[in-house]
Every structure is written in structure tokens, then in C-alpha cells.
């Protein structure tokens, strides 16, 4: 579900303070747009955010959450809207985050 090797070499990379910023600016972003989710959109709009989706979750090791976005981006863009379940997506980024929350402190001490 989280890619903790993924997640310890971008705390690396950009650093602990940085790091530290990065996670609950993810989260609020990242939250802004699965509330567009469960709102009436048009197929582009759905597609543009479950791509934003995709990408941000891989930035940060979310690899299950980023897999599901990849295949329901891949669905719309297909005309296969309906195929896309938006409720296991949601269900995975609050999973995951509970996850990758509880795991952070490890990380953090490492």
C-alpha cells in the first residue's frame, strides 16, 4: 500500500524540515480534490483529478492509490466512465493515509 523505501529516500532528497512541510500540504491538496470527487463533474474534470490523484499519491508512496487513479483515469478517458469506482478510491486514500500517518513517526526517526 505505502512504498516506505519510496518515502524515506524523498525525506532524504528534499530533507527533514521540507519533508515535514510536504506531508500536510499533500493531504490538504490531495483532500480538496477527492471532495471534488463525490461531486457531479463532467468526464474531463473527473479525469484531470483522478491524474492530479495519481501523481501525488506516487510522489509520496501511495503506489495502491496511484495504481487505482492510473486505471480510472484510463476508463474515462476511455468512455468507460461508469467502470470507475470512485468509493474503493476513496476508501483506498483514507486507508492508505491512516498508513502512511501511523508509519510516519518511523520514518521521522530514522
Same mark, same amino acid.
Given at each position: 500500500?505505502?512504498?516506505? @523505501?519510496? %518515502?524515506?529516500?524523498?525525506?532524504e /532528497?528534499?530533507?527533514? $524540515?521540507?519533508?515535514? +512541510?510536504?506531508?500536510?500540504? *499533500?493531504?490538504?491538496?490531495? @483532500?480538496? %480534490?477527492?471532495?471534488?470527487?463525490? /461531486?457531479?463533474?463532467? $468526464?474531463?474534470?473527473? +479525469?484531470?483529478?483522478?491524474? *492530479? ?20 483515469e ?37
Open positions: 500500500m505505502i512504498d516506505w @523505501e519510496h %518515502v524515506s529516500a524523498l525525506r /532528497e528534499i530533507g527533514a $524540515a521540507d519533508f515535514e +512541510e510536504v506531508v500536510p500540504m *499533500f493531504v490538504e491538496e490531495v @483532500e480538496a %480534490v477527492t471532495d471534488q470527487l463525490t /461531486e457531479e463533474s463532467t $468526464a474531463e474534470a473527473l +479525469e484531470e483529478n483522478l491524474h *492530479f490523484l495519481k501523481g501525488s499519491a506516487l510522489s509520496l508512496g501511495f503506489f495502491t492509490l496511484s495504481a487505482m487513479c492510473k486505471k480510472g484510463i476508463a474515462v478517458a476511455s468512455g468507460e466512465r461508469s467502470s470507475v469506482d470512485l468509493t474503493a478510491i476513496l476508501n483506498c486514500y483514507e486507508e492508505s493515509k491512516q498508513v502512511f500517518l501511523d508509519g510516519l513517526s518511523q520514518i521521522i526517526a530514522a
